[in-house]
């Protein structure tokens, strides 16, 4: 089954709504940087690499939006969790300026803003906005119109260059599966966390593809449960055996001797190797590590953050208690009771076995190997 | 608040039913083996030392019931979640025969026989068991109401003196901790484990009533949601600030230097000092030990089992995979997925910095310390 996560139909950008699968698949529909913002911020999409795709739309949106002149449609969907997003800055819709004059630069500005507000730590994010700046930069004495069409081919190219990075990180990384290898992951780095085939459901995809019986261990992913929910039913979609557990569960199957390696994606690597990626990681990292069992990171070279000398740096979002406090609407939680939620930790380059990129696998990195990888 | 998590009530055993906590608090009645060890098994009372309370009442309520010649009342409550207890013997109703006859007999080894295999981990239920069943042999030869007296007598001693002992380890563990301390504990090991006060969170209690500030984090401890709504409810009722997180957050909150110490309960300790407790508990342990933590282990002497030599020879419960599917009746995992769910898992004694028991600290325990308890 091809999983289109993010696709351009009818003029707008839809995205399958990650929230509510896997009882219910449906898309839903973006016309504008602000309501992207808003589908990454709501996790309507998540995932490092899908987060920098739909970014990259929605700059585009923007650019047509404003080409269009059409005022601010209103936020779609409307908010069930969580507060709706702080932006701190109005969004005027621009009329009646001249194209291409200080209207237009100012909305697409605004529009920079208030998507790199919209989640801190997946630093695909910023490298999407960062690319579509430049592109932006480099048209930009042209007509809105052809500003508007240069950006959204540009989009379109960041989502096709990810499935294929995808499949070749997906190459490299089934190489280091051994047939029946049982392999543990946790969060969903799969088709729904990139435009497609995934980061670590690819190298699984692609072990599958090259003849390998492998069989996979998905934690549940506390709280938002992606991997239950996303990671589970995209294994059964593709026909690969999943075993679902609970996060606290790991340590167990490890000291049974059942999980033969774990492969995870990240949300931003420092420049000497440390791998943010979705809370829960570092401990299954530590546990891997006890148990000599590999601990590999599937990680596109956008992912590696070259600016952050180490993983102390990487911002860790804290988000909404709700989300702890139970599960959508059922609240299980006592009243009364403190709550934290960081959605990220960060796992020591040291514990990591290989990262597993587009330009091949790199084990034990450290920032000289790192550095090297972008010469 | 004073909370009794089990009750001799309207001549039967009540007991809090800690599947609706903290929502609900309702306490359901119970007046036969059978229906105690339903009690037991669909997890209306849970913790090992409340599991080998309730099972003494079962004894009692046993002969009570064989005594009044009453027929087997239906199970209470009904099952909501999982399978009906499989029991493999038919539990007939003592009738007719003479008091202290075969009928009798065959009616209280039944019932030590449901209570037996209504959870297989937890070694308190075995040890009380083996408590009553050497009471009763000893008045053996007394009119069976004489014997359901002194049963029942048995049952109320090994309640209080379940209540002395938290006490007593509560004294002892409390001197571990500094003032001011940050602790962490996983499950429930508080007073609704227990007969009242509890094993860990009695450490807590007893900290607070010796004049030190301490905070506690609790992990929320899938599947069954002991530490969100059990400890978390607990700590809210004492005024012991409390910090819920889900179960991978714990390593993120040792590597920010959040956490000062971490305190559990256990099912059963090996004669080695291998301690089996709630799934999860091994990850702690192992990231504890990275961090330099002290980890702690509140154990009555009656979860010591002398009988097995390492950890890995206890056996570890699988529960209904319904569990892991999700909460009570939401379900999230995708349709389609195999699931795991060990209930408990075994940290080895290495990994333990002391034991807390109503005999004193034992510190990294081993095989010869255990031995020594028990001279």
């Not at 993010?6 to 929230?19: F, G, P």
């Not at 709501?42 to 490092?48: I, L």
């Not at 990220?344 to 990262?355: K, M, R």
């Amino acid at each position: 089954m091809k999983i289109e996560t993010l696709r351009w139909a009818h003029n707008k950008l839809e995205m399958i709504d990650q929230r509510i699968l896997p009882a219910t698949f449906e898309y839903l529909s973006y016309d504008s940087a602000a309501s992207v913002a808003e589908g990454i911020r709501s996790m309507v999409v998540r995932g490092a690499p899908a987060i920098g795709v739909a970014a990259a739309y929605g700059v585009a949106l923007e650019a047509l939006r404003l080409f269009a002149s059409k005022p601010i449609p209103p936020l779609t969907p409307p908010l069930k969790e969580g507060e709706p997003i702080a932006i701190g800055i109005s969004l005027a819709p621009f009329q009646g300026e001249g194209w291409g004059g200080d209207g237009f630069k100012t909305g697409m500005e605004t529009g920079f803003t208030v998507l790199s507000q919209s989640r801190p730590t997946a630093v695909n994010l910023f490298w999407a906005l960062q690319r579509m700046r430049k592109v932006w930069e480099s048209v930009a004495n042209q007509t809105p119109q052809q500003i508007a069409t240069r950006l959204l081919d540009e989009a379109h190219e960041i989502l096709a260059e990810d499935i294929r990075i995808n499949r070749t990180m997906g190459a490299f990384g089934a190489e280091l599966l051994a047939d029946g290898a049982r392999v543990l992951t946790h969060c969903n780095a799969g088709a729904l966390a990139t435009a497609g085939w995934g980061t670590a459901l690819g190298v699984f995809r692609s072990a599958v593809e090259a003849g390998k019986k492998i069989s996979v261990i998905a934690d549940e992913t506390r709280p938002f449960l992606q991997g239950a929910r996303l990671t589970a039913w995209e294994m059964v979609q593709e026909k690969i055996p999943v075993t679902l557990i609970t996060d606290n569960m790991s340590g167990y199957m490890m000291a049974q001797g059942e999980v033969d390696a774990v492969v995870v994606g990240t949300d931003r690597v420092a420049a000497n190797g440390d791998v943010a990626n979705k809370i829960g990681t570092y401990m299954v990292a530590v546990l891997a590590r006890r148990h000599n069992i590999p601990f590999y990171v599937a990680c596109p070279l956008s992912t590696i953050d070259m600016n952050i000398a180490t993983g102390t740096d990487i911002p860790i979002e804290e988000r909404s208690a709700d989300e702890v406090k139970g599960f959508r609407d059922t609240h299980w939680a006592a009243e009364g009771v403190k709550i934290r939620n960081p959605s990220f930790d960060v796992t020591p380059a040291e514990l990591v076995t290989g990262l597993i990129t587009e330009k091949g696998i790199i084990l034990q990195p450290d920032a000289k190997k790192l550095r090297k990888l972008f010469d």
